[in-house]
């Protein structure tokens, strides 16, 4: 009786303490649970749209209205059919390549694993983390948002080869080098277990991964499959420069979803993106229009909107990096270098890059990836730590670069060779001196 009169009041008092903890614990596990921003969400939603927009219809409209007449259409259905199998691809397997731990050791630095594979485990209450502790958007979000970049890269290559390649082989090396290229450089840089991410190189929305990537691999589709007919010889003025022009403007209001959007929220962080995103470009077309009127007399607005474009090329790896006035700099040299490339440069090497995919995406990225490296000091105004090394954070950037630039041409010379092997890279003579857009795809762009 003793024993149970010390025992009752015991257990009561346990009892009460479980009781009292209660809270206690479910307050813990609260916190440890990511919060959905919703305003966060609603910008990454918005910038989703927006990359969206400076593909189909910006970036179509900016090639369409470059190439001739007779190939208008063909390059439409490209970046379109391309945009379109990419977002297939990217939901079947790539985000889970790009975005999960691979396998142990040195593979799982290069590539993802099949965790996620069709979005498997993915729900609409599963979160991706920002960058500020506790907060977080749904995944769904993120995937769609990464799937518009891995759609663009592979778009923009199409512009190398312009007029002359055939539309099965666009769409074979596609899916090829979407999987073997794009994938393992997205993984590398943008994981937080890729090789690259490791060594702290800096891309903060797609300098290395995007441009340089897509640069490199038009490139080596240019050398490969050859120069147009009558090239070097005959008029191949562009068609439309007003088409041009309104979609170099559709590029630039949806870069502002592509840099500010990789802040992942709606803080000072994407405002700076944003601003940069204004500056970069401005400072790049009127450094291109001044080098241009020295060189030729004449300012054209062909000019002004290419350099625009190097300026976001130039700025994307360092838009929410670097400062203001580090952006203008940054946009300067890049409007100037580029116009370079896809004049002097291009000319004296003879290749046929029919769009200037490489001397405006890869010749303006590389110049971004590693400028990025000096703009983003403190001391000249960027967002870096406060022991950043200028010195030490350009070697790591010149490293990301050479590791881009290796894989991506040695990965693209692999993948046109086999796609050439499957179905043939280029169109018969008769078909490229009628245009594709009848020898492809039955229809005209204009009747008249």
């Known amino acids: 009786m003793k024993f149970r009169h010390l025992l009752v009041p015991a257990l009561g008092a346990l009892a009460l303490g479980l009781a009292a903890a209660q809270p206690a614990l479910a307050q813990d596990a609260a916190a440890a649970a990511p919060t959905v921003d919703k305003g966060d969400t609603a910008w ?7 990359v969206i927009l400076m593909t189909i219809p910006g970036l179509a409209l900016f090639y369409g209205g470059l190439v001739r007449t ?6 439409l259905m490209q970046v379109f059919a391309v945009f ?7 939901v079947t397997y790539g985000y889970s390549l790009a975005f999960t731990s691979g396998p142990e050791g040195a593979l799982g630095a290069v590539i993802g694993g099949f965790s996620k594979a069709f979005l498997g485990g993915v729900s609409g209450d599963s979160t991706a983390d920002t960058f500020t502790k506790g907060v977080a958007i749904p995944e769904f979000t993120f995937i769609a948002f990464q799937l518009t970049f891995a759609a663009i890269t592979p778009s923009l290559i199409v512009g190398a080869f312009a007029e002359r390649i055939r539309f099965p082989a666009v769409m074979l090396f596609t899916g090829l080098w979407l999987t073997f290229v794009y994938l393992p450089i997205a993984h590398m840089v943008w994981f937080s277990e890729g090789y690259l991410f490791g060594l702290g190189a800096l891309d903060f929305a797609g300098g290395t991964v995007v441009h340089i990537n897509s640069g490199v691999a038009g490139l080596v589709g240019a050398l490969l499959v ?3 007919i009558g090239y070097g010889r005959d008029l191949m003025a562009p068609h439309s420069l007003t088409l041009t022009f309104v979609g170099a403007c559709l590029l630039w209001v949806g870069w502002f979803g592509f840099n500010a959007g990789s802040n992942l929220e709606a803080t000072g962080g994407a405002a700076l993106a944003l601003l ?9 077309g009127l450094a291109w229009m001044t080098v241009e009127a020295m060189g030729k007399g004449k300012a054209s607005l062909l000019g002004i909107a290419s350099g625009a474009v190097a300026g976001l090329v130039a700025i994307t790896p360092a838009a929410g990096l670097a400062g203001p006035m580090g952006s203008i700099v940054l946009g300067l040299v890049a409007g100037a270098v580029c116009y370079f490339a896809v004049t002097a440069v291009k000319n004296a090497l003879g290749y046929d890059d029919a769009l200037d995919v490489f001397g405006i995406h890869g010749v303006g990225g590389i110049v971004g990836a590693i400028g990025t490296g000096i703009v983003a000091a403190p001391s000249l105004g960027g967002t870096g730590a406060a022991d950043f090394s200028i010195g030490g954070q350009v070697v790591t950037q010149i490293v990301a670069v050479v590791v881009t630039l290796v894989w991506t041409g040695i990965g693209s010379v692999i993948l046109f060779k086999v796609t050439d092997m499957i179905t043939g890279l280029r169109v018969t003579q008769d078909a490229e001196r009628e245009g594709l857009d009848l020898a492809d795809h039955g229809e005209r762009a204009y009747n008249y």
């Open 44 to 50: 990454m939603l918005v910038s989703t749209i927006l």
């Open 70 to 75: 007779k190939n208008m259409l063909s390059v």
């Open 84 to 90: 379109s199998l990419v977002a297939i691809l990217w």
């Open 226 to 228: 050859g120069k147009r």
């Open 276 to 284: 940069n995103t204004i500056v970069a470009p401005a400072a790049a």
